[in-house]
């Protein structure tokens, strides 16, 4: 399964392919855009555009741990399975080019927005925090973000012909490769938890919320940072009472996206329950907070 899927970053991106700005970027699911209605129908496009160009690249940031995380789990392998070792290490190659096509990405999008939108960061340092927790809560975060991305595409991308073609097009090879990615990782998680104690799978759990808190903390940032490529890019101040509401109702899209979205997906939460069935309550007790 690792080696059925191949695409080169050439094929998908640059020369002709290019984004349509007059279309949205991301389904509403995932966006909230048209809940904001002192915006008018140009303004949530731009802030969608705005979404989808964040969207892209925090994949791109995540990616950056996950590379290194791979390779250290891999690595201690290496003289025994081939096939195992090989799809690990198919796997990391993937990340390594989603990591080279967002950034690609991110420069021909502003280069054609033509406002400058920031992004959280830096990689290195996001990766150095999340690196920091156990072994266990970092593998179930990778998973996390693995079922995410099918999630999405899914649910609110594949059959969207409101969004641009060319962006659908980057999310489809995205997650065709991520999709052999979730059933590796949930064979690493299985190899990390192999003769753990119940306190252990428990410190390993908790480190995940740990890091899902980090990553919240981010979320909040990048709200802030949409906001402000939003003004930039109409030329409109927001109100005070406008910005909370942006502030509030944008806040909660992201932590659905990237935090609720892969916390209740069935396959992730029949993988921590296998590990420790009252985990599984926990978390099926925190995930409304990101709903």
């Not at 925090?129 to 996390?144: E, F, K, S, Y």
């Not at 991520?178 to 590796?184: D, F, I, T, V």
């Not at 985990?279 to 007790?285: A, D, G, T, V």
Request: aromatic letters at 10%.
């Amino acid at each position: 399964a690792s080696r059925r899927v191949n695409w080169a970053i050439e094929d998908i991106i640059g020369g002709d392919k290019k984004l349509d700005f007059s279309k949205r970027l991301m389904p509403e699911s995932l966006a909230r855009v048209d809940g904001l209605g002192f915006l008018n129908e140009d303004e949530k496009r731009v802030l969608n555009q705005i979404r989808g160009h964040a969207y892209l690249s925090i994949f791109g940031l995540v990616e950056e741990f996950i590379l290194p995380f791979v390779l250290d789990h891999v690595r201690p392998s290496l003289d025994k399975d081939d096939y195992r070792v090989r799809a690990f290490l198919q796997f990391a190659s993937e990340e390594a080019k989603h990591i080279q096509l967002f950034k690609r990405f991110s420069r021909e999008f502003q280069e054609n927005f033509g406002t400058e939108c920031k992004v959280i960061g830096p990689p290195a340092e996001v990766a150095k925090a999340v690196l920091a927790h156990r072994p266990l809560g970092v593998g179930l975060v990778i998973l996390h973000i693995e079922w995410m991305t099918q999630r999405h595409y899914l649910d609110s991308i594949r059959n969207n012909q409101d969004l641009d073609p060319q962006f659908k097009s980057l999310l489809k090879h995205h997650w065709l490769e991520e999709a052999q990615h979730a059933k590796l990782d949930t064979m690493m998680i299985e190899a990390l938890a192999a003769g753990m104690s119940e306190k252990q799978i428990k410190e390993g759990v908790a480190d995940y919320l740990d890091i899902g808190g980090f990553l919240d903390t981010g979320l909040k940032q990048q709200t802030l940072f949409d906001l402000e490529a939003f003004e930039a890019a109409t030329g409109r101040t927001l109100t005070e009472a406008e910005r909370e509401a942006f502030i509030t109702v944008q806040h909660q899209a992201n932590r659905w996206t990237y935090l609720g979205t892969g916390m209740s997906h069935p396959k992730f939460l029949e993988t921590v329950g296998a590990l420790d069935p009252a985990e599984r309550e926990k978390l099926e007790e925190v995930v409304p907070a990101f709903c």
